[in-house]
């Protein structure tokens, strides 16, 4: 939780063992689509260094899955809806553990602003059909899908010199 604040992120609710957060709102983020994919990108290496210090221990192999997507949610009774929120929750699905995968929208907007040594790859496209949503957004989510990226880091990666996290500080 503590990576997400660090990152300008909002904590909207736990689920189950997942986690909801969100950017841009309440206060306005302008690099929104970038801090949540580095907010991704440093929970998966907190969870794999934590798999690390751990591994003689004889517990469970801890993966994460992560699904980020860009676009507008409405806001009712303190929970979020819309499309964005659904296609967020499908490329999580998507993703295999250890994954990041983010959508088209999020990539274009934070390409720019990735960590050094961080790729996207072109990873097809994720069925957004058969959603259980409420009306206006059925008819806007049907037959759909959704562009995807993995999000990597690339095997010759920079570390940064004061944290030596890899993120590009």
Not at 160 to 167: D, E, K, P, T
Request: aromatic share 6%.
């Amino acid at each position: 939780v503590e990576v997400i604040f660090a990152h300008h992120g909002t904590l909207d609710k736990f689920m189950g063992d997942g986690i909801m957060a969100y950017f841009g709102a309440p206060q306005v983020v302008p690099d929104h689509a970038a801090q949540a994919v580095r907010c991704a990108l440093e929970m998966q290496r907190v969870l794999a260094q934590w798999r690390e210090e751990t591994a003689g221990e004889g517990g469970p192999t801890i993966l994460m899955r992560v699904g980020i997507h860009t676009g507008e949610a409405e806001a009712r009774d303190g929970d979020l809806f819309g499309p964005a929120v659904n296609r967020a929750a499908r490329l999580r699905g998507a993703a295999l553990g250890g994954q990041t995968l983010v959508s088209g929208a999020t990539a274009s907007l934070a390409m720019d602003a990735l960590p050094q040594g961080v790729e996207l790859l072109e990873a097809g496209r994720v069925s957004v059909d058969k959603l259980a949503i409420d009306p206006p957004f059925a008819d806007q989510q049907m037959g759909q899908t959704v562009e995807q990226h993995e999000v990597r880091f690339r095997p010759e990666r920079q570390m940064c010199r004061g944290c030596q996290s890899g993120f590009g500080c």
